[in-house]
């Protein structure tokens, strides 16, 4: 399915911005907040993959609310109200031609969600919550909101980080160690609202926003998402909202990831659509994750220029990917500058990430190389699981023209001929306990 075209309704003085793609009942409405853009959107494999999944059955609209994304912007010192927002939603739905629709919807969309529910039930036949509130602030019947302080360290977060990728590893943990996504994540940011715009319109939403007496309005069939451990929205928020609303039905997402859905919020969404879990291979599997990086990439790109940089890129990417074929290795992806990759045994991995070191230093690159062994989670092509995420770390640590590795893998490659140096113990950021990590000897290699 190809990106579908971006079109607009006027809603007032401003236009709107949706795309309407896939086909089949129910139709289904996602609502995202401060941050959407319908057009970056798309550059997200992981979540344009999930739409082109639920479009191939449902007829699907995506649109961005007032001031975010390709929709109008508004003025910082007046925001519209909730009800105006709500009527947003429901001019996408008019123009589209849907009378009944299953509204997605996530962070502060959940509240114009909720309301067009509350305000408009014979149109919602069903309402999704994923990582969202009735409310973020604290006050007296109200205990597990933000307290004052708590919400000024978080505006001055999003003042100070909006649009960068140190702020989007806040949000998405999970996915901190692909720079890839994480730069493209930012750069959303960026192109749906400036770092005061963002900061002024949640410091609105975050003092203000209340839809607590709307819940027991809602009729719709209801599911609420919430990731465990979010810093951003706790997941007693998600609770709150189960409890509120009869006959809601609520699922813990592993994980603190808010800026991207695990997989399992596809499946549940599907499940709810359709009332059919969807037939995924999951397979669980020990492997040996290898990360590499190209040292000083953004310097040399800018001293070599765009065309020449480019060349040594490709002749960077040809030499690893014939190395992997060398060893039996399988490339998972690759990370603008890098890659990820996994092996069936460590002693090969080690001996593939030597040779790649050795052949790309003779192209005048300095690669830094991570190695962990363990339990990773298979799904089609992809790899998930806290290995990865330690793998990255590991290559984080590493020297230029280093291979370092944690000490599960030096401990499985005993008897291997292959020597290592101790480069003692460091806490890996997200990642508890701390790791002793060791560098391979340059001689050790093939």
């Known amino acids: 399915m190809e990106r579908p075209e971006t079109k607009y309704v ?107 529910a509350a305000l408009h039930p014979e149109r919602v036949n069903g309402l999704v919550l994923v990582n969202t509130a009735a409310r973020f602030a604290a006050d007296d019947d109200y205990p597990i909101g933000f307290a004052p302080d708590a919400l000024e360290s978080m505006l001055a977060i999003i003042a100070a980080g909006w649009g960068t990728a140190e702020f989007v590893e806040i949000s998405s943990p999970g996915w901190a160690w692909d720079k890839e996504l994480m730069t493209s994540i930012a750069r959303q940011l960026r192109a749906s609202a400036t770092p005061r715009t963002a900061s002024e319109q949640y410091g609105y939403l975050l003092r203000h926003l209340d839809v607590r007496p709307t819940l027991p309005l809602v009729q719709a069939p209801t599911l609420v998402l919430h990731v465990r451990e979010s810093p951003f929205i706790p997941i007693e928020l998600g609770r709150y909202l189960a409890e509120h609303i009869a006959g809601a039905r609520f699922v813990e997402i592993p994980g603190g990831d808010v800026g991207l859905p695990h997989p399992l919020v596809h499946d549940e969404i599907v499940h709810f659509l359709t009332g059919e879990r969807p037939d995924v291979e999951v397979e669980r599997v020990l492997t040996t994750v290898m990360f590499t990086d190209i040292v000083g990439s953004t310097e040399q790109a800018a001293s070599l220029g765009d065309q020449r940089w480019r060349s040594l890129l490709d002749n960077h990417d040809r030499t690893v990917r014939d190395q992997l074929r060398r060893f039996r290795g399988s490339e998972i992806k ?80 005993i008897g291997s001929g292959i020597d290592f140096a101790d480069r003692g113990e460091h806490e890996l950021k997200g990642v508890p306990g701390a790791w002793r990590l060791f560098a391979v000897k340059a001689e050790s290699a093939p």
């Open 334 to 413: 690759t990370t603008g500058d890098g890659f990820v990759a996994c092996f069936d045994g460590p002693a090969r991995a080690i001996r593939c990430a030597t040779v790649i070191r050795e052949a790309t230093a003779r192209l005048g690159l300095r690669l830094r190389t991570g190695l962990h062994t363990g339990e990773c989670e298979v799904r089609g092509d992809d790899l998930g699981g806290l290995a990865v995420h330690i793998a990255a770390r590991v290559g984080a640590k590493a020297s230029p023209r280093e291979v370092l590795v944690s000490g599960t893998v030096k401990d499985l490659v």
């Open 10 to 116: 006027a809603v007032g003085d401003a236009d709107v911005a949706y795309q309407v793609f896939g086909q089949g009942s129910p139709d289904v409405l996602f609502c995202y907040g401060l941050g959407s853009h319908i057009d970056y959107f798309w550059d997200l494999d992981q979540l344009a993959d999930s739409w082109r999944r639920i479009a191939s059955k449902n007829r699907s609209i995506l649109f961005d609310r007032r001031g975010t994304g390709a929709s109008d912007s508004v003025p910082r010192d007046v925001l519209p109200t909730w009800e105006e927002w709500a009527e947003d939603l429901a001019a996408v739905l008019d123009v589209v031609g849907s009378r009944q629709a299953v509204l997605i919807a996530s962070m502060e969309a959940g509240a114009i969600a909720l309301l067009f």
